[in-house]
């Protein structure tokens, strides 16, 4: 069928001119003064007189409707207008971090040329199909209800059976329980068990669950809302580790102008928790379950509220040692060597110079570690703390160790070299430094990791690339699922020498909390394993995703617990870890005598265990098993479906080596330094494959190889 729309799909085109006809004629007083009574207007029909429609027509009928989406008034409804006033645009992005690498998924309408039914079909115009296609979509997209309200309107001519108000259609609940707290605050309590239950019912089967004993995760944080009012919210969130789910959930939430009080502010958690402990049962489980925590992840500011104890810039603020600071213009830790404290003595508050006061948390009534259930978050610690203060030392510190503009400027430039290399997992690019004060935790992480070893090789003095270095190999280790076991001590000897050589090359007043703390990380990555188990950023995103939720000053925390309570009952489906293909082609290149005549289907992508691999040139890296003790690396130059087997055709690096030496053997970690392609191709199955890797070029004809999830891809 021709068309004069260029740049959509056939069903797109179709969709968008037939929308215009059915707009043009609903605008009408009536049908009848259009077409003869004994004439019906089938959706052939209009397809075949519309073919040609001018695209200008349908262009202005969009943008009318675009228009009317903002001149909607919202009606009234329990305090929770969601009228876009002027405090918008004190909604700041920056003041919270949005570093998880991954995002929360959804499955999307499907209107691709592979559809295999008809938008115009009985399923597709049924009442509850289009009902739950609207509110998924809109909860997804966090559409405002004024926008929807709107759009609803114009959908009612055509669908009756659609409510005209978004409220019905997202089932806004009409009352929202709150409680005065004191210093005028508000809190509102979503519940650990129903927060579980609504994840348990978004498994595809009950077998999901085997394990009576859930493990729960807590996260609680403060979160500025406008950056022109002192009015913030301090939610409580969850995250079961078992069963593993990665999705986080409000159990509460505290709004108001200062700090909750701590008592009455974690009362209904506290009590809730003590009842799950003691079991509880579930719908459609024939089983009584039992709660425990996990571990209660939060940043320091936040873990010294919780737990009742010194901040950060105390003397006897150490968490996990009574060391006792030193005054140097700021508070200083610079011995690496002192007695550990322990849940017993926290219990006991056998160091009372630590506790606030003779008053213990309310968490005490848990019967969790004090000490030992408070791990230490890498993603302020060592991203936000360390990196940041390293980078800043560098660029901005002493002119004995302060850089050249002219080296930071380079490093910039390589920097932003290395975008194109970046694999599709990362959510952000390397940029220049000069933008460092603005860097995520996402950012530091990388130049900590990946590109770091890269662009300061040969930058900065040897003395500060060795000291960086001691940092990049530690974390890589306690981060790593399969060397953080093995590398665990070692891991603590490499942060030890990193704090003392950090004194030597900075000086003491280098030597603030996030560095001191740095040499008790190992302790947690011994006692939960890797690191990103207990870390900030799936928390840190979902407190981002809270905050966009706000759209009224007026009444803030009605505003985004109705939203939230609307998005935990709309049911969607889980995204599962199937692989999924896609770019089919019939001209990719096979090995030498490759047999033809078994069914094969070629492609350019494939997704499978959260991973992308593909023929591009940040997608085709692949690590995968050998028979020589190093394994084998290659570029992905084909993927070939054969039986439901994914096979990759490749190209195999002939020369592997270390990349560095010191501290250790980077082949140890299972990073190399690879050279030259071979020209012959061969074929390797997915469950040979190893982990996909990170390649990034250090010279034209050669590149640096990182494990990224190594042995999650099987």
């Given at each position: 069928m021709a068309s004069s729309i260029t740049g959509h799909s056939y069903w797109t085109k179709r969709r968008k001119v037939i929308a215009n006809v059915k707009k043009h004629f609903s605008s009408s007083n009536s049908t009848s003064e259009i077409l003869p009574s004994d004439v019906s207007l089938s959706h052939s029909n209009v397809e075949q007189e519309i073919t040609d429609t001018d695209h200008t027509v349908i262009s202005n009928f969009y943008h009318a409707s675009d228009e009317s989406c903002g001149t909607t008034p919202a009606v009234p409804h329990n305090n929770d207008s969601d009228k876009e006033d002027d405090c918008v645009t004190d909604l700041d992005d920056s003041e919270c971090e949005t570093d998880s690498d991954e995002s929360v998924c959804v499955t999307e309408l499907n209107f691709s040329d592979d559809a295999d039914y008809d938008p115009f079909t009985e399923s597709f115009v049924n009442e509850n199909v289009l009902k739950d296609q609207l509110r998924v979509w809109a909860s997804r997209h966090n559409i405002s209800m004024m926008a929807l309200s709107a759009l609803l309107k114009i959908l009612k001519p055509d669908h009756p059976e659609l409510p005209v108000d978004a409220r019905t259609l997202m089932c806004t609940p009409r009352n929202v329980s709150l409680t005065n707290m004191k210093n005028d605050g508000l809190y509102h309590h979503f519940g650990i068990k129903t927060g579980v239950e609504k994840l348990f019912k978004s498994f595809t089967s009950i077998d999901f669950v085997q394990d009576t004993n859930i493990l729960l995760q807590v996260n609680i944080d403060g979160l500025p809302i406008f950056k022109s009012s002192r009015s913030h919210m301090w939610p409580i969130l969850g995250k079961l580790l078992q069963p593993p789910v990665d999705d986080v959930f409000p159990i509460g939430i505290h709004y108001g102008k200062q700090k909750p009080v701590l008592p009455e502010y974690l009362d209904e958690f506290v009590s809730e928790v003590k009842s799950l402990q003691n079991g509880f049962s579930l719908l459609d489980y024939d089983k009584t379950f039992h709660l425990k925590i996990h571990s209660i992840v939060c940043d320091a500011p936040a873990r010294a509220f919780v737990k009742r104890v010194k901040s950060h810039t105390g003397y006897n603020s150490c968490e996990r040692c009574t060391q006792e600071g030193t005054w140097n213009g700021r508070m200083t830790f610079p011995l690496t060597s002192c007695p550990l404290r322990s849940d017993n003595d926290f219990d006991a508050m056998s160091d009372e110079d630590h506790h606030l006061d003779d008053l213990h948390s309310p968490l005490v009534q848990l019967s969790i570690g004090m000490v030992t259930s408070f791990p230490l978050d890498y993603m302020h610690l060592v991203c936000l703390g360390i990196m940041k203060k390293l980078l800043g030392h560098w660029m901005r510190g002493p002119l004995p160790i302060r850089l050249q503009s002219h080296c930071v400027q380079q490093i910039s430039e390589n920097l932003v070299s290395l975008r194109k290399f970046i694999p599709s997992e990362f959510c952000r690019k390397p940029r220049e430094l000069a933008d460092f004060d603005r860097f995520k935790a996402t950012e530091f992480r990388q130049i900590l990791l990946y590109t770091g070893p890269i662009v300061f090789r040969h930058m900065i003095s040897e003395d500060m690339y060795k000291h960086f270095m001691l940092l990049c190999v530690g974390m890589t280790c306690l981060l790593s699922t399969h060397l953080h076991k093995e590398y665990c001590d070692y891991a603590r000897d490499l942060f030890v020498l990193f704090v003392k050589n950090a004194g030597a090359l900075f000086g003491d007043t280098f030597l603030v909390y996030n560095v001191h703390s740095?040499?008790?990380?190992?302790?947690?990555?011994?006692?939960?394993?890797?690191?990103?188990?207990?870390?900030?950023?799936?928390?840190?995103?979902?407190?981002?995703?809270?905050?966009?939720?706000?759209?009224?000053?007026?009444?803030?925390?009605?505003?985004?617990?109705?939203?939230?309570?609307?998005?935990?009952?709309?049911?969607?489906?889980?995204?599962?870890?199937?692989?999924?293909?896609?770019?089919?082609?019939?001209?990719?290149?096979?090995?030498?005598?490759?047999?033809?005549?078994?069914?094969?289907?070629?492609?350019?992508?494939?997704?499978?265990?959260?991973?992308?691999?593909?023929?591009?040139?940040?997608?085709?890296?692949?690590?995968?098993?050998?028979?020589?003790?190093?394994?084998?690396?290659?570029?992905?130059?084909?993927?070939?479906?054969?039986?439901?087997?994914?096979?990759?055709?490749?190209?195999?690096?002939?020369?592997?080596?270390?990349?560095?030496?010191?501290?250790?053997?980077?082949?140890?970690?299972?990073?190399?330094?690879?050279?030259?392609?071979?020209?012959?191709?061969?074929?390797?199955?997915?469950?040979?494959?190893?982990?996909?890797?990170?390649?990034?070029?250090?010279?034209?004809?050669?590149?640096?190889?990182?494990?990224?999830?190594?042995?999650?891809?099987?």
């Open positions: 740095l040499i008790h990380l190992a302790d947690d990555a011994k006692l939960y394993g890797p690191l990103d188990t207990i870390s900030s950023f799936p928390f840190e995103n979902y407190l981002q995703f809270v905050k966009k939720l706000v759209r009224n000053k007026y009444v803030p925390l009605q505003n985004v617990v109705n939203r939230l309570l609307e998005k935990r009952d709309v049911q969607m489906s889980r995204i599962s870890g199937a692989r999924v293909l896609s770019g089919e082609i019939h001209d990719g290149q096979l090995p030498v005598g490759f047999d033809l005549s078994i069914t094969y289907t070629e492609y350019k992508k494939v997704n499978v265990g959260g991973h992308s691999f593909a023929t591009t040139i940040k997608d085709s890296c692949i690590m995968f098993n050998d028979n020589d003790s190093l394994p084998g690396i290659g570029k992905i130059d084909n993927i070939l479906d054969i039986d439901g087997d994914t096979v990759f055709v490749c190209r195999r690096y002939k020369s592997v080596e270390n990349f560095f030496q010191y501290p250790l053997e980077s082949s140890k970690l299972h990073i190399f330094l690879v050279k030259g392609l071979r020209r012959t191709l061969e074929c390797v199955r997915m469950v040979n494959v190893l982990c996909k890797c990170v390649c990034l070029p250090q010279t034209p004809d050669s590149f640096v190889i990182y494990p990224l999830g190594l042995g999650t891809v099987t």
